[in-house]
T-cell receptor, first 114, second 113 residues
Framework: GENVEQHPSTLSVQEGDSAVIKCTYS??????FPWYKQELGKGPQLIID?????GEKKDQRIAVTLNKTAKHFSLHITETQPEDSAVYFC?????????????FGQGTTLQVKP | DTAVSQTPKYLVTQMGNDKSIKCEQN?????MYWYKQDSKKFLKIMFS???????INETVPNRFSPKSPDKAHLNLHINSLELGDSAVYFC????????????FGPGTRLTVT
């Protein structure tokens, strides 16, 4: 079945630096790739997503890139701030069957040091 | 104006008990989900309902039974609770079962002693 690998599991950066989180997926039929941010004690919140017909998408300080051939996608956060500290999850899903089933990566705990 | 709400937020109970978690969404969405997040933060889907119809049923013990009285509500009932059921359970909803953003609730932390 579909599998999503996420690296690194923890990431510590200085405020103002960039952070990059990488994910690979196994099912080449996957065509939707969201990223979620989970703050302590809260539910995951969608921060950006990308569909398979797009190679890159940017929203202010966050961007996501997708390489369909290599089956990997990455989250880039620039000019990190302490409030970016959270657990980040990538996910993948395919539209066949239209079940909306998201397969999540293992999560990355990002710590931004002031 | 909460989008997806869950009750209770915390649930502490003993092994063998039966408990329920309730979820409601006021977004007018057609599809709702239950996810389990274990102690290592791993998120895994358990069930999904679309317009009150079960569409995803992962390999979950039959002690877990979801119920959707209407498309705005998806409850999770757990029988004969076990220690391994301790986790955070998240409800989520999306506009449709196709590719659309999933909105998560705040979670219910279940502790079985």
């Amino acid at each position: 079945g579909e599998n999503v690998e996420q690296h690194p599991s923890t990431l510590s950066v200085q405020e103002g630096d960039s952070a990059v989180i990488k994910c690979t997926y196994s099912d080449s039929a996957s065509n939707y790739f969201p990223w979620y941010k989970q703050e302590l004690g809260k539910g995951p919140q969608l921060i950006i997503d990308i569909r398979s017909n797009v190679g890159e998408k940017k929203d202010q300080r966050i961007a996501v890139t997708l390489n369909k051939t290599a089956k990997h996608f990455s989250l880039h956060i620039t000019e990190t701030q302490p409030e970016d500290s959270a657990v980040y999850f990538c996910a993948a899903r395919k539209s066949s069957g239209n079940t909306g089933k998201l397969i999540f990566g293992q999560g990355t705990t990002l710590q931004v040091k002031p | 104006d909460t989008a997806v709400s869950q009750t209770p937020k915390y649930l502490v109970t003993q092994m063998g008990n039966d408990k329920s978690i309730k979820c409601e969404q006021n977004l007018g969405h057609d599809t709702m989900y239950w996810y389990k997040q274990d102690s290592k933060k791993f998120l895994k889907i358990m069930f999904s309902y679309n317009n009150k119809e079960l569409i995803i049923n992962e390999t979950v013990p039959n002690r877990f039974s979801p119920k959707s009285p209407d498309k705005a509500h998806l409850n999770l009932h757990i029988n004969s609770l076990e220690l391994g059921d301790s986790a955070v359970y998240f409800c989520a909803s999306s506009r449709s079962q196709g590719i659309s953003e999933q909105y998560f609730g705040p979670g219910t932390r279940l502790t079985v002693t």
